[in-house]
């Protein structure tokens, strides 16, 4: 009868009591996952660390962002400039008192009055 290697076990030998499982990961494969997993800790402790400084520097908050702040009326800039890159759709816009409203555009600024209907019967360039 030719010898067998250590790992293997004639099974129709042993005595089920007292065969034990090796149950598990072991060796490289455990380091790596310890690996991954601390990576991945690392990776979302940085990022929960960026927004929450990105969400002070541009003062986020509950209210709103930076100088807006939402109202039942809608937003209100407290002192200062706001900048809209694109366009700017709005029910109503005016000043506090005894302020001036400003309106700059690099291109041109167009103001259109409308109906209910959403038909327009006014408009200024």
């Known amino acids: 009868m030719p010898a067998q290697a250590t790992d293997e076990v004639d099974w129709n030998n042993q005595d089920p009591a007292t065969v034990v ?9 455990k380091r790596c996952i310890y690996f991954l997993i601390l990576l991945i800790m690392v990776i979302t402790i940085v990022n929960l660390s960026l927004v929450i400084w990105v969400m002070r520097v541009m003062d986020f908050n509950l ?49 259109n009055a409308r109906s209910p209907e959403g038909n327009i019967t006014g408009s200024s360039s």
Not at 80 to 97: C, D, H
């Open 21 to 29: 499982y090796k149950i598990g990961i072991y060796g490289w494969r």
């Open 63 to 111: 209210d709103g962002m930076g100088k807006l702040r939402i109202t039942d009326q809608g937003l209100k800039l407290y002192h200062g400039e706001a900048e809209f890159v694109n366009e700017l759709r709005a029910k109503l816009i005016r000043p506090s008192q005894n302020s001036e409203l400003k309106l700059q555009s690099t291109a041109n600024v167009t103001v």
